[in-house]
Structures are given as C-alpha cells and as structure tokens.
C-alpha cells in the first residue's frame, strides 16, 4: 500500500510515521509513505496556494492549479483512490477502513483555512472523508488518523491476526474489559471467569459484556447489530 499526503505542513508527519504501527509496516515493506508539500507544486514565484474566495467571506481557499498539479503527477503512473479530508465529507469508519485497506494507492489531501477549490473536488477527487462532525484546524491529522486506521487493517501488518479479528468495530460491537496483573489492585480484583481456567465460559463473559458496553455506550450501532440467539441468552441473562 502507497500513502501518498499533500499538505502544506510536511513537518506535522514524522513524529507519527516513525513509531508503532505505522513504522512497523514500513520497516516490513508493506506500506510505503510519502509526504508532498502543495507548496512544490506551484508555478507562482512565491509559492502561493491559497487565495480569498469568490463572493467574498473570511478565509482563504486552496487554489485549483498546485492541487490539480500535484495530484496529476502523482497519478500519473499508476491509479489511485483519491481522498479529500474534509468536515463535510462522509464518516470515516471501520468498514470504510476495510474498504481502503484492499486499495494499492492512496493519495490523501489535507486541506486547511476553508476548504478546497470545488472544482478539484468535482473533477478530481473519489472519496470525501469526515474523522467526526466537529472541525480541526486541517486535514493532516484525519490524514494521520485514516493512516493508523487503514495500516493495521493490511495483511501482515498486526503482530497476531486474531487480535484485528476480534477488536473492537469489526463486528459493529465496543470491546469488552480487559484485566492483567495484579489479580487484586487496591481492593478491585479480576472477575473470577477470567480466572477459571474456563475458555466457553470466559468466551460468553466477554461476548456478553460487549454487547452491554455497546447497548450503553452505542446504542446507534447497537441497532444494526444482528443478534444471535446465544446473544438474545446472554443479554436475558443478567
């Protein structure tokens, strides 16, 4: 997998890109990282990108030409899924992290003050994506987050596949509580289950606190959850 950034604020990447599980699929070859400034693809003697926009209105918008250059040359050679961060794009979630983890290349644009020109969105640009409905100061850190999300999702890339099998999300339900040692911690102990030694019994324990965990804390994922019978059990059970 190629990520491909535009930003105009390169130096915000590193500090991430070079640790946990991020690096870790860079050091195993199965994702590459590039980050381009917008700011090497303008043609203007003084490397503008932005200008007020037409009607009028605060702000500053980014220009169509560095944008359309940068995404050109970086497209040119091969296809690629090209993503707009943006408050007003569509909610970025597990399964839509599925999705982009099965793409070859990625070309990831963040921008900043009020957006993009639209003509770049309209013509070249294949996904819009939201990390949330509150907005950020630019696209760099969904850029990030949408990377960490995606990166883990490729084969390979997680030290123990069974962990991606049964994290949270992948079957729309919060993970359960998790416990290590001290077995007791001032006056909070281990739930016993987890200490029996019994693995169908610690499997239903845990089973059954994520969908309570989701019922509570998610109830608007929660509905699309397709209970089983066992689950209808549990959930009785209480």
Not at 9 to 21: A, K, L, N, R, T
Not at 166 to 191: A, N
């Amino acid at each position: 997998m190629l990520f491909d950034v535009i930003t105009i604020f390169p130096e915000m990447f590193p500090g991430i890109i070079q640790h946990s599980i991020m690096n870790r699929a860079r050091e195993k070859g199965l994702i590459s990282i590039r980050i381009h400034n917008l700011r090497d693809f303008t043609s203007d003697k003084h490397l503008k990108i932005d200008d007020s926009p037409y009607g009028g209105g605060p702000g500053m918008v980014f220009m169509a030409e560095p944008l359309y250059e940068a995404i050109s040359r970086l497209t040119l050679k091969e296809e690629a899924k090209r993503i707009y961060l943006t408050p007003d794009g569509m909610p970025f979630a597990h399964n839509l992290a599925e999705e982009l983890a099965r793409e070859k290349h990625l070309v990831l644009v963040c921008g900043h003050y009020e957006g993009i020109d639209q003509r770049i969105r309209e013509t070249l640009i294949d996904e819009e994506i939201s990390i949330g409905d509150y907005v950020l100061t630019g696209g760099e850190l969904p850029a990030l987050v949408l990377m960490d999300a995606v990166s883990r999702l490729i084969p390979g890339v997680l030290g123990s596949e069974e962990s991606l099998r049964i994290e949270s999300f992948s079957d729309r339900l919060l993970d359960h509580p998790q416990y290590t040692r001290p077995m007791s911690f001032k006056g909070m102990k281990v739930p016993e289950v987890l200490i029996s030694g019994h693995h169908e019994k610690i499997r239903k324990w845990r089973r059954k606190q994520s969908l309570l965990r989701t019922s509570q804390r998610r109830p608007d994922l929660f509905k699309k959850v397709i209970l089983t019978d066992e689950d209808i059990e549990l959930l009785n059970d209480t």
